[in-house]
Nanobody
Framework: QVQLVPSGGGLVQPGGSLRLSCAAS????????MNWYRQAPGKQRELVAS???????NYADSVKGRFTISRDNARNTVYLQMSSLKPEDTAIYYC?????????????WGQGTQVTVSS
């Protein structure tokens, strides 16, 4: 089974930066699109950023210009560089990926990692 393991969450002051990572592990798989979602208390889960297998990116309007999604295909890892953080960025962040494993293709979800932006 493919697993997505996030890291890099934590507490940061407004205006600060964090970088989230999410590494896929397992056997016999290839990764297509990779995405970051977040969910704040009492709110719907929202798509924050996505990156295609070819490196094309998309961002939610709320993070555009502040967040950067990237990927390292050799390491099966997606990153989310978060800068100029705001309290409203506080949420649990989730990575996911569209993955084919031995010709079976589906979306896998990682565990959430807490990001708290507070002074």
């Amino acid at each position: 089974q493919v697993q997505l393991v996030p890291s890099g969450g934590g507490l940061v002051q407004p205006g600060g930066s964090l970088r989230l990572s999410c590494a896929a592990s397992g056997t016999g798989f290839s990764i297509y699109a990779m995405n970051w979602y977040r969910q704040a208390p009492g709110k719907q889960r929202e798509l924050v950023a996505s990156i295609s297998s070819g490196g094309s990116t998309n961002y939610a309007d709320s993070v555009k210009g502040r967040f950067t999604i990237s990927r390292d295909n050799a390491r099966n890892t997606v990153y989310l560089q978060m800068s100029s953080l705001k309290p409203e960025d506080t949420a649990i962040y989730y990575c996911n990926a569209d993955i084919a494993r031995w010709n079976e293709r589906r979306v896998y979800w990682g565990q959430g990692t807490q990001v708290t932006v507070s002074s």
